[in-house]
């Protein structure tokens, strides 16, 4: 009898070899109490066996379904992509708009300085101070715009800003920003570089645009502020050729 017990559990059991367990546990009490005695005595393990089909329908469908979520996933990293190129663009066109306003406090006269930084770039080209590319670089700026300093040691002095914008300022737009100010300084063009955003990266991408001398905006708030000219001038003075 012992064998017999080892021998149906150590096997894989079917439904039918289920029911036909149930039965003879029915009909025969030594045999009900002999297995009783096995199961508190070893572990049982019993497999059951699904039909192979039903299965291969089971991971049909789930694979179905793991491919569906990470389209979906796919889909909604594009639209954060896209909601952020949106509000940059957005924000860039904002800049353009009040170009005049934001940056009426620094300078008078403001106009777009497109036109006059492309002369200069093709000048330095002609002689070769600067490549077709640096000068591509320098001219793709979110914003190039120009006007006469408003008050201090360099009053009415002509000055150009070089902006970069983003919704959040990071490091690559101060970089960037102080990259192409730092060609026009090399070809006698008095620049400035400026980002401008909604918010910032992270504190330490306001300490690097502060510590390049790159002039800041956030919402349109310059920074140094107004009431530090005495700062914005040294961050002028730092960009003059």
């Known amino acids: 009898m012992r064998g017999i017990i080892t021998t149906v559990m150590a096997m894989a059991l079917t439904r039918e070899d289920l029911q036909s367990l149930l039965r003879w546990l029915d009909e025969d009490p030594e045999f009900r109490a002999e297995l009783r005695r096995k199961l508190l005595a070893e572990p049982l393990i019993i ?34 992509q896209d909601v952020g190129t949106l ?10 708009t009040k170009a005049s306003s934001i940056f009426g406090m620094l300078l008078r006269g403001g106009r777009d300085a497109s036109e006059f930084v492309s002369g200069k770039l093709e000048e330095a080209e002609a002689k070769g101070i ?4 640096e000068a591509d670089f320098v001219m793709a700026a979110d914003l190039l715009w120009m006007g006469n300093v408003r ?6 002095e002509t000055l150009v800003l070089v902006a970069e914008s983003s919704w959040t300022i990071d490091f690559g737009d ?24 909604s918010e910032w990266a992270s504190p330490e991408v306001r300490d690097e645009a502060l510590k390049k001398k ?27 050729p």
């Open 47 to 80: 497999e059951i066996r699904m039909p192979t089909d039903w299965m291969a329908g089971v991971d049909s469908r789930l694979d179905r379904i793991e491919a569906r979520l990470g389209k979906v996933e796919q889909d909604v990293g594009t639209l954060k």
């Open 87 to 96: 509000k940059g663009k957005a924000l860039e066109i904002d800049y353009r």
């Open 130 to 133: 600067v490549s077709s590319r």
């Open 151 to 156: 008050k201090g040691k360099f009053e009415e």
């Open 174 to 197: 101060v970089n960037r920003a102080f990259e192409k100010v730092e060609v026009l300084k090399r070809i006698g063009v008095w620049a400035v570089p400026f980002v401008g955003g």
């Open 214 to 240: 790159v002039l800041c905006g956030i919402d349109g708030q310059l920074e140094p502020l107004r009431a530090e000219f005495d700062e914005l001038e040294q961050l002028l003075a730092f960009w003059r």
